[in-house]
């Protein structure tokens, strides 16, 4: 599973770990987080959180 990076603050969500702060399992891939989930450092919604395997592709 891929992690993703908060763009706002650089917090990666990495799908091994979840979100354990906000209930989030572990095994839990970015794509199965609740449409309401937030960075949980910054609060920026998923939309502005990248990909990071796609970003590394193309750099």
């Known amino acids: ?8 603050c650089d917090y990666v969500y990495d ?4 979100d354990p702060d906000n ?3 572990p095994e839990t891939s970015f794509d199965d987080l ?4 937030v960075c949980p ?3 920026a919604e998923k939309e502005l959180f990248e990909n990071m395997r796609t970003k590394e ?3």
Do not use: L, S
């Open 1 to 8: 599973m891929d992690k993703y990076r908060c763009t706002v």
């Open 15 to 18: 799908p091994r770990v979840g």
């Open 23 to 25: 209930d989030i399992d």
């Open 34 to 37: 609740p449409d309401d989930w």
């Open 41 to 43: 450092d910054c609060g």
């Open 57 to 59: 592709m193309y750099e």
